[in-house]
């Protein structure tokens, strides 16, 4: 009786702490498989925009219709044409500024679910001589469509209003 008892309670271990793993240890590896992909997504988009190509990212980066929110206007792209004239738009500001590439200075990713993130990050834009342009945050919705990972919403604010994951 005695072990039978202690394979019961033991068994009965196993299977709780088998549960526990798979219950956990999933949900941890398909967030982190997330925001790998959504981190691989964003440093995709930053190349695009540092090469100024406003066509790329309107065919791989930025899912229309899309919603730019700035400190003082709301802009709706509806078409990927409408996004690649916005890109265009900005980017050829930029060079007239001498613009030269952007980087990410650090950037969060909060995984909602397998086809919903967001990521607050900060960002430097760089002149042509390597001086620094601006440093800038944006916070930017990415949602998954078509097995590709992109941007639906860019909102754009000040570098302490980062956002973080959590409560």
């Not at 990713?109 to 993130?117: F, I, K, R």
Request: charged share 20%; proline share 1%.
């Amino acid at each position: 009786m005695k072990n039978s008892l202690q394979w019961f309670v033991t068994a009965l271990l196993l299977l709780t702490l088998g549960h526990w793993i798979g219950t956990h240890v999933g949900t941890v590896s398909a967030q982190d498989r997330v925001s790998a992909e959504v981190r691989k997504a964003l440093e995709d988009y930053v190349a695009n925009f540092s090469a100024k190509r406003a066509d790329l990212i309107a065919e791989q980066n930025v899912l229309a219709p899309s919603t730019l929110i700035g400190g003082t206007a709301v802009t709706t792209s509806l078409t990927a044409a409408d996004v690649k004239h916005r890109y265009e738009t900005n980017l050829n500001s930029l060079v007239s500024q001498k613009y030269g590439r952007s980087q990410v200075k650090n950037a969060t990713v909060c995984a909602l679910n397998d086809s919903a993130a967001i990521v607050s990050g900060q960002f430097t834009r760089y002149r042509t001589d390597g001086s620094v342009l601006s440093e800038l945050a944006s916070t930017y919705v990415f949602a998954k469509s078509d097995g590709r990972w992109r941007i639906v919403t860019q909102i754009g604010h000040s570098l302490d209003r980062r956002m973080t994951c959590g409560a």
